[in-house]
Each structure stands twice: as C-alpha cells, then as structure tokens.
C-alpha cells in the first residue's frame, strides 16, 4: 500500500514538472498528497474507491487538527491548494474526478438537444465557434426554464406563451442590445426545432425583441494620450508577463486586432525575413498580411527570448503561470494595464477599445473606409460604418452655420 502511495505521489509530482510548475508548487502537492493518502491508509480506505463524501470527511478532520493545533480555525482560502492537490491526485488514481453523477432526465434531454443543435449549426449552417458558443448558452438557458416548467416530455407542448413568458425572464435586468441578440438567438434555436421535426410549426417569428436602430450605441474608446499612457507604463515592466502584455498591448494598438486573432498567432505566422504577420481573422475566416512593424517586431522579440515560457505549443502569447498553455482571453490583460496607468474608459475596458481607437485614428487621417474595413478585416464597407459616429470631433468641426440661427440683437 505504501509503496503504491509513494508511485502515485511520485507521478503527481512528474506530472506537475512536465507542466512547468514552480518547485515550490511541486513541494506543496507532495505534502498535501501525502497527509490525505496518509489518512487513508489509517482508516484503510483504497484511494480508488474514495468517494467526494470521503474527501469532505477528510477535511472536516483536517480543520478540527488545525484548531486543535493553532487554537484557532483556519481561514477561508485554507482548502484552496490541498482541494487542488487532492483532486489532482485522485484524478491519476481514478482516471476522473470528480466522478460523473447520475444524470437525471431532464438534463439527459438537454444535452442530446444541444449536442444535436451544435452538430447542426456547424455542419450544416457553417457557422463560427464563437457564434455557435453563443447561442449554445441560449439554448442550454431556454431548455433549462422548459423543462423545469414542462418536464421532460419533450418540446411537442412548445407554444407562442411559453416563448413571450421566457422573453420576460430574460428581460429583467438586460439591456435592449443584450435583449435584442438574446431574441435572435433563440429565433435560431426555434428554426432549428421545426427544421428537426422536434416542433410542428416555426416558432421563431413569434419571438419579440426590442428595436434597435443602427449606430444607435457609441463604443468606449482612448484617445491617443490614454494609449501612450498605457504602453509607457506597461512597458517599463520588464517581468516575462510584463513583455508579453506589451506586445499584446502593441498589436491592439497598432493593428487594431481582435481578442481572438492574437491570441491564435502563431509562430509559423511572423515572417522575420519579410517583416510580415499573416492574421487569419475570426469572424471571416479570411488572411491578411499586414507590415511587422518595428515597435511591434522589437516587443515580439523581446517577449520570445526572454518571457515566452519553454513550451512545445506553437502559440505566440502563452499564460505566465502553469499550466504554461495558450492564452484563450485579453480582457484580464487589458483591464490590469488600464487600472495600472490609471487610465478609466467611460464605458467597457476590453481590448475593443484599441481597435476602436485605430479606427478613429485612420479615418482623421483621412483614411478611405474601404482600407480602414481591410485593416480591420471587415467583411463589408457597412460594418465600418459603426466607427464613423466615434469621430464626433470631427463632424462638429465641419458643422455647418443654420441660416437665421444669428441672435437678434
């Protein structure tokens, strides 16, 4: 038993160091491992069979030894490394953890829905993964009030009332823009119903949503001062998180990229020779080939040789602690250098704001709008047209004087 004990500590501990944990983290799992395998050795429980009802006796026996040797209960955030520690090493003795429960009907009806659903938006729609995950989290939504109001009988029962009560629920507490994109997506979801032969008529034109009115919202923004701002002071971090959060910061700024298209560069997309960035855009799917520009090129390069962690992934921008993989969001970034500088948007913080900026600044700089849409990588001319409301500077320097608007002395 010990000796199995100390083959399962020995693997949790290579796995950690495959990872690229700090030794010290590595250290800290040892020791946790060891004190719960211990107990169990105690009370001859195989870690096999342990179960979650087990662990959480574990830890009630666990704080009554801390009291009893600090006089005192542990804080709060006490559980956080040994929970870790112990669900990683129950996962190598048990495969998964924790272990999958029972699922019940009516969660077993919503899952084949929506896996069916994705399989249909993707194969057959062709849509995009960030337009599936969005209206996934929609269907899992509505399909959760259904049944809980409905059962699990299936969707033969849907009517026009059930739609316009749950178009109530979603209301409260949204915006009209939020709203508005909760409708369509559940429109989507309707038509998929019917298509699918699960609901005898279309639904989907019953679902009533707000009206918006194209433009009708002004994106948040920085202005020139406010980016320089926050390159100035995020560049004197000279930490490997501090050089990957600068390149990071450079390209929003000066290419105007979006979240997902930095963090799926690779290495394979800079031409050092040519001094080009293949992007592959997000939501068209389409490559631009844009200028490595100097600033750009020396942050990069700063970041791989100094900052990038030793990984055999290909990504360009990798988190800055372990488990070293790929960086799937900006907005942690953004939002940490903004409040760093001391700079405070009026509206959102995440890296849009750059790419709205880039926008303004190529169209004072009288920019044609079908360059700014390649730039950008729109996919028509319309949708720059959002960013023109954003120069409003520039539309009250050319305002024209009404005639008869003089005050009558």
């Not at 029972?102 to 009806?109: F, K, S, V, W």
């Not at 915006?175 to 997506?185: E, H, N, V, Y």
């Not at 700063?302 to 969001?329: H, N």
Request: glycine residues 6%.
């Amino acid at each position: 038993m010990l000796k199995l004990h100390d083959e399962l500590i020995e693997e949790l501990a290579n796995l950690l160091m495959e990872q690229n944990y700090n030794p010290v983290v590595v250290t800290n799992h040892r020791l946790y491992a060891r004190r719960f395998l211990d107990y169990l050795a105690e009370r001859d429980m195989p870690v096999a069979m342990v179960t979650p009802a087990q662990v959480d006796q574990y830890f009630r026996h666990a704080v009554h030894c801390f009291h009893g040797r600090y006089g005192r209960p542990p804080s709060s955030r006490w559980h956080k490394l040994p929970h870790t520690a112990i669900g990683r090493l129950l996962r190598l003795a048990q495969g998964t953890w924790p272990p999958e429960a029972e699922i019940e009907p009516g969660e077993m009806l919503r899952q084949t829905i929506c896996h069916d659903y994705e399989t249909w938006m993707r194969d057959e729609r062709g849509l995009a993964d960030e337009t599936i995950d969005s209206r996934l989290r929609e269907a899992r939504r509505f399909l959760e009030w259904y049944c809980d109001r409905s059962g699990t009988d299936g969707l033969r029962g849907l009517t026009v009332r059930d739609i316009d009560l749950y178009m109530d629920v979603r209301a409260r507490g949204l915006r009209r823009i939020s709203l508005a994109a909760s409708a369509a997506w559940l429109r989507s979801l309707l038509r998929y119903f019917h298509l699918s032969g699960q609901v005898p008529t279309d639904l989907s034109a019953q679902v009533i949503s707000p009206m918006l009115y194209a433009y009708e919202n002004v994106p948040s923004i920085l202005d020139r001062s406010q980016i320089e701002m926050v390159l100035e002071a995020t560049g004197r971090d000279r930490s490997p998180r501090g050089l990957r959060d600068h390149a990071i910061l450079l390209m929003l700024a000066v290419y105007g990229l979006r979240e997902g298209e930095i963090c799926n560069l690779r290495l394979d997309d800079i031409d050092w020779r040519a001094d080009t960035l293949r992007i592959l855009h997000t939501k068209t799917s389409a490559c631009s080939y844009l200028p490595l520009l100097v600033p750009v090129g020396d942050a990069l390069l700063d970041y791989l040789r100094l900052g990038r962690p030793k990984v055999e992934c290909r990504e360009v921008f990798i988190r800055s602690f372990a488990p070293y993989t790929p960086m799937k969001s900006l907005y942690g970034v953004v939002g940490a250098r903004l409040s760093a500088a001391g700079v405070k948007p009026a509206g959102k913080r995440g890296p849009h704001v750059f790419r709205h900026a880039r926008a303004v600044e190529l169209l004072r700089a009288a920019v044609s709008q079908k360059i700014i849409g390649d730039v950008l990588g729109h996919r028509s001319t319309g949708s720059t047209n959002a960013y023109l409301k954003l120069a409003t500077e520039d539309l009250r320097a050319v305002a024209l004087d009404v005639p008869g608007s003089e005050v009558l002395s």
